[in-house]
């Protein structure tokens, strides 16, 4: 038996009843996960929702390269038209033709998917996905706090049924978290290489909100510098490769988005994901009060993040507090993005002396069924999906004192 799943098995058994029955909660769980990803590719919608095709996500970022390589930039510009592109272009990957899938992305995530082009949709589809996969696991096997956990937390990662979700749909939450993950991991002793990993994450600015306020709280300047850099340099890649024009069609977009966002991509994309927003939405409140939760939230996660890279806390449980609080201050978040939750959840278990209390094979449970309580339209016990992960960051920040106090009186 791998030694990793060996431990697992050995650390279950030692968990007492909790962790009797909560194991069986992970495999049917992680079995029904990857049962989604292998019925999309050949009969959508047999397991779970209907997903109209493998990589729906991805054909947004493959359609965007190829229209802009094809000399049609302006169908970035236009949702409804872009979308129509896609249904034409992708049609035979396509059980039944996409809803509105607008572009949404800054410009120079253009530059990172340009390489991908000549692969063909299906091609580049697996190239990102298998890449990405890979930088996760090489991130996380390198550089651990506890090398011995270090396969567990990869493990766990990339069979989560948020790893599946993100495979299915075709999305780069493996790429976000394995940046995070190679950044901070890299911090210590090559601070430039660090920075320039995290400045990548611009591609994707929800998870970008708590990256400087960490870098700020750890004293981490140099880094700071480079990750501002390394962000504007892939900014002007991006605009000597495709022109000024998607630049000046975007920033204006964002800037009106934050100020009214438009009703179709609150209805097709924003409303679908696991947000406070969105959950507190779903759950019967009004625009304004879940646009200020929403802001506490930030304001909450950012306070955390402050306070666990000024505190003496381990390098990794440092990494999964800003993991955590990353998916709360997202003002949009899907069902794949809890792949950066799972890290989190592995890191911090990883730093905790077996067996693990009851309470935290319950919050691991919780964690690793957020994915396929979606979407939360549908799935009501989905809107509850933001409590776990301020459960993991209070765990991590509460665990913190409690092993302080324990120095202390040992001194």
């Given at each position: 038996?791998?030694?990793?799943?060996?431990?697992?098995?050995?650390?279950a058994?030692?968990?007492?009843?909790?962790?009797?029955?909560?194991?069986?909660?992970?495999?049917?769980?992680?079995?029904?996960?990857?049962?989604?990803?292998?019925?999309?590719?050949?009969?959508?919608?047999?397991?779970?929702?209907?997903?109209?095709?493998?990589?729906?996500?991805?054909?947004?970022?493959?359609?965007?390269?190829?229209?802009?390589?094809?000399?049609?930039?302006?169908l970035?510009?236009?949702?409804?038209?872009?979308?129509?592109?896609?249904?034409?272009s992708?049609?035979?990957?396509?059980?039944?033709?996409?809803?509105?899938?607008?572009w949404?992305?800054?410009?120079?995530?253009?530059?990172?998917?340009?390489?991908?082009?000549?692969?063909?949709?299906?091609?580049?589809?697996?190239?990102?996905?298998?890449?990405?996969?890979?930088?996760?696991?090489?991130?996380?096997?390198?550089?651990?706090?506890?090398?011995?956990?270090?396969?567990?937390?990869?493990?766990?990662?990339?069979?989560?049924?948020?790893?599946?979700?993100?495979?299915?749909?075709?999305?780069?939450?493996?790429l976000?978290?394995?940046?995070?993950?190679?950044?901070?991991?890299?911090?210590?002793?090559?601070?430039?290489?660090?920075?320039?990993?995290?400045?990548?994450?611009?591609?994707?600015?929800?998870?970008?909100?708590?990256?400087?306020?960490?870098?700020?709280?750890a004293?981490?300047w140099?880094?700071?510098?480079?990750?501002?850099?390394?962000?504007?340099?892939?900014?002007a890649?991006?605009?000597?490769?495709?022109?000024?024009?998607?630049?000046?069609?975007?920033?204006?977009?964002?800037?009106?988005?934050l100020?009214?966002?438009?009703?179709?991509?609150?209805a097709?994309?924003?409303i679908?994901?696991?947000?406070?927003?969105?959950?507190?939405?779903?759950?019967?409140?009004?625009?304004?009060?879940?646009?200020?939760?929403?802001?506490?939230?930030?304001?909450?996660?950012?306070?955390?993040?402050?306070?666990?890279?000024?505190?003496?806390?381990?390098?990794?449980?440092?990494?999964?507090?800003?993991?955590?609080?990353?998916?709360?201050?997202a003002?949009?978040?899907?069902?794949?993005?809890?792949?950066?939750?799972?890290?989190?959840?592995?890191?911090?278990?990883?730093?905790?002396?077996?067996?693990?209390?009851?309470?935290?094979?319950?919050?691991?449970?919780?964690?690793?069924?957020?994915?396929?309580?979606?979407?939360?339209?549908?799935?009501?016990?989905?809107?509850?999906?933001?409590?776990?992960?301020?459960?993991?960051?209070?765990?991590?920040?509460?665990?913190?004192?409690?092993?302080?106090?324990?120095?202390?009186?040992?001194?």
């Amino acid at each position: 038996m791998h030694p990793v799943i060996a431990r697992s098995l050995a650390t279950a058994r030692s968990g007492g009843p909790a962790a009797l029955l909560v194991l069986p909660i992970f495999v049917v769980a992680t079995l029904y996960g990857w049962a989604v990803v292998v019925s999309t590719a050949v009969a959508p919608g047999a397991v779970g929702l209907n997903h109209i095709g493998l990589g729906t996500d991805w054909m947004v970022f493959y359609g965007a390269i190829r229209a802009v390589l094809d000399g049609n930039l302006t169908l970035l510009f236009d949702g409804d038209r872009f979308t129509a592109y896609l249904n034409s272009s992708l049609h035979d990957w396509l059980s039944s033709p996409l809803a509105f899938r607008p572009w949404f992305y800054p410009p120079s995530f253009l530059v990172m998917l340009r390489p991908f082009a000549p692969l063909g949709f299906f091609g580049s589809y697996l190239a990102f996905q298998a890449l990405s996969a890979a930088l996760l696991a090489l991130a996380l096997l390198r550089g651990a706090d506890r090398p011995q956990a270090a396969g567990f937390v990869a493990l766990a990662a990339l069979i989560s049924p948020a790893a599946a979700i993100n495979i299915t749909d075709g999305q780069c939450a493996l790429l976000v978290a394995g940046l995070i993950v190679a950044g901070f991991r890299a911090l210590p002793r090559r601070t430039v290489l660090a920075g320039v990993l995290l400045g990548l994450l611009s591609f994707k600015p929800q998870f970008c909100l708590l990256l400087p306020i960490a870098l700020v709280a750890a004293g981490q300047w140099r880094a700071l510098l480079a990750a501002a850099g390394s962000a504007l340099a892939l900014a002007a890649v991006s605009a000597l490769m495709f022109g000024l024009e998607i630049w000046i069609w975007w920033l204006p977009r964002v800037i009106e988005n934050l100020v009214s966002a438009d009703p179709k991509w609150v209805a097709y994309g924003r409303i679908w994901g696991h947000s406070v927003y969105a959950c507190v939405r779903l759950l019967g409140a009004g625009e304004q009060l879940a646009s200020a939760l929403q802001l506490i939230a930030v304001v909450g996660a950012t306070l955390a993040t402050v306070i666990a890279f000024r505190a003496r806390l381990a390098p990794d449980l440092r990494l999964a507090l800003l993991l955590a609080a990353t998916i709360l201050a997202a003002p949009h978040s899907g069902p794949y993005d809890a792949v950066l939750l799972v890290v989190a959840l592995g890191l911090w278990l990883a730093s905790c002396e077996a067996p693990w209390a009851p309470g935290a094979w319950l919050l691991a449970a919780a964690i690793w069924l957020v994915p396929l309580l979606s979407p939360a339209v549908y799935v009501s016990a989905g809107r509850f999906a933001p409590l776990a992960t301020i459960a993991l960051i209070g765990a991590i920040l509460i665990g913190n004192r409690t092993l302080a106090r324990r120095v202390e009186a040992q001194t």
